[in-house]
């Protein structure tokens, strides 16, 4: 069975703090990581997807690392809008449920205080 | 931008009742999800479609769950009997292939009384 593992739940930083999230996994053939970002009330709004340990993906204040066993989500110099639950999510290709469905831990819910 | 959309945003029922919840995916991908969200918790995946089938499935997704793709751009989840504990954040994606990127709708929030 594929399993997800966030950490921190919760992480409060000053404008311009940098940090990082943290995501451990537990899946039988990796076919893909994807890191989202969900606003309350609102769907999970997809930001990196990561294929291979080593790879490595930027957007904006964003850089998501990956190895075999975790992914880290770089916040650099975060700003008040980067506010939100980070969301990460695994896609096995081997696991007995098959290789659709992604596989969600529970989110880091990240606050940025002006 | 194509985006998934889904209708209606809130839907409330009363317990037993039968309930469809409609989605419009991105018109070029090929497999459609839906997931829930229960208050709180993480996001569950319930199903998979492709080329007019459930490709998958999890065990919350029983006999009272059915999904349909009625014509070439709806996709719906239909609840039969709603019980209490159907309560929750209905999401919808699509994505263009089974390894890539999965997109996101809005939701609709299922309210069971």
């Known amino acids: 069975e594929d399993q997800v593992t966030q950490s921190p739940e919760a992480l409060r930083l000053q404008e311009g703090e940098s940090s990082s999230l943290n995501c451990s996994y537990t899946v039988s053939g990796l076919r893909g990581l994807f890191w989202y970002r969900q606003d309350p009330g609102k769907g999970p709004e997809f930001l990196f997807t990561l294929y291979s340990a080593g790879e490595e993906k930027e957007k904006e204040r964003l850089k998501a690392t990956l190895t075999k066993k975790e992914s880290f989500l770089h916040i650099t110099a975060p700003k008040p809008e980067d506010s939100a639950t980070y969301l990460c999510a695994v896609q096995g290709g081997y696991s007995g449920a098959g290789s659709y469905q992604l596989t969600f831990g529970k989110g880091t819910k990240l606050s940025v205080i002006p | 931008e194509p985006e998934v959309t889904q209708t209606p945003s809130h839907q409330v029922t009363q317990m037993g009742q039968e309930v469809i919840l409609r989605c419009v995916p991105i018109?070029?991908?090929?497999?459609f999800y839906w997931y829930r969200q229960i208050l709180g918790q993480k996001v569950e995946f319930l199903v998979s479609f492709y080329n007019n089938e459930i490709s998958e499935k999890s065990e919350i997704f029983d006999d009272q769950f059915s999904v349909e793709r009625p014509d070439g751009s709806n996709f719906t989840l239909k609840i039969r009997s709603t019980k209490l504990e159907d309560s929750a954040m209905y999401f919808c994606?699509?994505?263009?292939?089974?390894?890539?990127?999965?997109?996101f709708g809005p939701g609709t929030r299922l309210t069971v009384l």
């Open positions: 994606a699509s994505s263009i292939g089974t390894g890539s990127e999965q997109f």
């Open positions: 018109s070029n991908h090929l497999y």
